[in-house]
């Protein structure tokens, strides 16, 4: 985030200064910010591992958009990762983190936002039901935990092709809902692939759970 306040500083000291300009200037300089930001739309899948061995599956994701129900069109970045965590001898884990941020062209600064709301959806599923623990996420934002121990996540994400989840979020108590699919933040063939990968990650760390039981049940 410090890169892209940087950037947004860089492009207003090129121009006039904000005190100098109209109003369709400053509309004019938050399009160019905003179609900059766009390019940096990213998905990504991480592999984390603990003493060597595979402990997590994490989908990053990174997306801009302009938010004209809440935020008057300005731009936001939406970051934050859905993952499945395990260790050994303990029931495993997903946990959903989202951390939007407002992009105010008059003060030069991201301004995060906790929503009020906020769901991941897999084939129409929300995830809210299975829901054990929220916190605050670092620096502003919402994380929550699903234990589970049945595997009925598991089961719902992997029962179909590459993971897709549909993020649902809204800034204001009984406002209307943002949303956007992870599948639409990259371009088809680079989605499908990094959201197989993460769905292949699963199925590793599936088997280490598998042979930790096996192990223990000895």
Do not use: A
């Not at 997306?63 to 859905?82: A, C, E, M, N, T």
């Amino acid at each position: 985030m410090k890169k892209l306040g940087i950037f947004i500083i860089g492009i207003l000291i090129s121009s006039l200064s904000y005190s100098q300009q109209s109003e369709d200037d400053s509309k004019k300089l938050e399009n160019i910010v905003y179609e900059s930001l766009k390019k940096d739309n990213n998905l990504k899948m991480e592999r984390i591992t603990t003493g060597g061995n595979l402990s997590s599956c994490e989908l990053d994701f990174n997306y801009v958009y302009r938010d004209y129900r809440s935020q008057s069109g300005k731009p936001v970045i939406v970051s934050g990762s859905f993952s499945l965590m395990y260790f050994k001898n303990k029931n495993i884990l997903y946990s959903f983190k989202i951390v939007p941020s407002v992009l105010n062209i008059k003060t030069k600064k991201f301004n995060y936002i906790k929503p009020e709301y906020s769901d991941i959806f897999v084939f129409g599923n929300g995830l809210s039901k299975f829901q054990k623990t929220e916190f605050n996420c670092d620096p502003v934002g919402k994380c929550v935990g699903y234990p589970d121990p049945n595997l009925k996540i598991t089961e719902l994400i992997t029962s179909q092709g590459p993971f897709d989840g549909e993020i649902k979020f809204s800034f204001t108590k009984g406002g209307m809902d943002n949303s956007f699919y992870l599948s639409s933040i990259l371009p088809k063939v680079e989605s499908e692939k990094v959201r197989r990968e993460f769905n292949n990650c699963i199925s590793e760390l599936l088997n280490i759970v598998v042979n930790d039981i096996k192990t223990t049940s000895k």
